[in-house]
């Protein structure tokens, strides 16, 4: 009898669990939400989403094309201005913007998406530049732009909701990208244990390979490329022509047949911890997050290690 007794609560649990996630906030044509790059990807598509369901809407773009676009896309409630989440003084013209916008109301939510992924590769392979230009947008701007933001979150009693990536859950390759996103998510803990004083919850997106300019083929393999000439003689000779040839040919087969295209999987999620009463703590977003990577970020690390020799090609002269 125990084990009904079991199965009921676990169902109950669960049926009571759906019906608090499914509440909304009310209201919600009168919130103000902020997301940082708009130009295009999952900031672009959040946008019009939003825009879609009544929010107001202040989207900071890198570029006035990028801003004209999405504003002939939507409506009069969504706004644009031009943000570089790389530079102190742009952050700051873009929050007395939206200062004057909010109004006392404050700001609802605040969406940090800009990020970039490139340059990736082996670690070996980096200069100390190509690590500051991945951090320089995906951490240390994501971090300024939420210290920036947060005395209005503060009076509006709001959300921040960060993206992240499986890669800060899993380091699958080289370079700046996996570092940062292991950054924003601790990052974005201690902010939910900081200021949950203040009514603000932080919610963290977890993508898997979605089919953006983050991963477009063209980029990855001209800055694959691009590392590969500045190595030295004696570094490119202990990899060999080989191992760099079937490189480029991983990831060609890994954007071609991991990616998946629908990107409103993602912008659900992001929708969901803005309009929720009851926001999550994280979101896996895709099929690859939710069966494949996440579960994978909790074996043991000999795992991982043996899944990626597997994976990626072996130098030329490897010892083990």
């Known amino acids: 009898m125990w084990l009904y007794g079991l199965a009921a609560v676990v169902v109950l649990w669960m049926l009571v669990w759906l019906w608090r996630d499914n509440l909304e906030i009310p209201a919600i044509g009168e919130k103000y939400v902020f997301v940082t790059g708009c130009d295009s990807g999952f900031g672009n598509l959040l946008c019009k989403r939003l825009d879609r ?48 916008e909010v109004g006392d109301r404050g700001l609802w939510g605040l969406v940090n998406n800009a990020g970039r992924s490139l340059p990736m590769g082996p670690t070996e392979w980096m200069r100390i530049e190509d690590f500051h230009s991945t951090l320089r947008v995906n951490m240390m701007g994501l971090i300024e732009m939420t210290l920036t933001f947060l005395p209005l979150l503060k009076r509006g009693r709001g959300r921040v909701v960060n993206v992240a990536s499986v890669l800060g859950r899993v380091a699958a390759n080289g370079g700046g990208y996996c570092i940062s996103k292991f950054g924003v998510e601790s990052f974005s803990d201690c902010l939910r244990r900081d200021i949950h004083y203040f009514g603000i919850k932080v919610s963290i997106i977890e993508p898997g390979f979605f089919k953006t ?105 490897s010892v083990s």
Request: net charge positive.
């Open 53 to 100: 369901r009544g929010l107001n809407v202040l989207a900071g773009c890198l570029t006035e094309k990028g801003a004209d676009d999405l504003r002939r896309a939507t409506g009069p409630k969504l706004k644009t201005t031009l943000l570089d989440v790389t530079d102190s003084a742009s952050i700051q013209r873009a929050m007395e913007w939206a200062k004057k």
């Open 213 to 317: 300019a983050v991963t477009s083929l063209e980029p990855i393999e001209r800055e694959l490329h691009r590392l590969w000439n500045q190595l030295t003689p004696e570094v490119r000779e202990s990899y060999g022509e080989k191992y760099f040839d079937r490189y480029i040919k991983v990831q060609r087969f890994i954007m071609n047949t991991v990616c998946d295209s629908d990107l409103s999987k993602v912008t659900n999620c992001m929708e969901h911890a803005l309009t929720a009463r009851h926001p999550r703590t994280r979101y896996s977003a895709g099929w690859d997050a939710k069966i494949g990577w996440i579960p994978l970020s909790y074996a043991p690390a000999f795992v991982i290690d043996s899944m990626l020799k597997f994976v990626l090609p072996r130098p030329a002269h």
